[in-house]
């Protein structure tokens, strides 16, 4: 497969999924009633997984 027909293949579908992923992520949130953003779940995951992070590789990882 040529990298121009990888880049119309598969590079949207990969948008693409990150899209649904979020929005499925989002609404199971809202369904749960946890006041939650995604950006702040990544925060808190992160800080569950490996506390004492620096507050610049928190920012990178939350975009």
Known sequence: MS???LED????WIGRTGKMMGSFI???F???HLNLTIEQWAL???LYDKDGQ???DLAVITQ
Request: avoid cysteine; glycine fraction near 0%.
């Open 44 to 46: 808190l995951k992160r």
């Open 9 to 12: 293949t598969m590079i949207p």
């Open 30 to 32: 809202k369904k749960y």
């Open 54 to 56: 620096m507050q610049n």
């Open 26 to 28: 989002a609404e199971n």
């Open 3 to 5: 990298l121009v027909e």
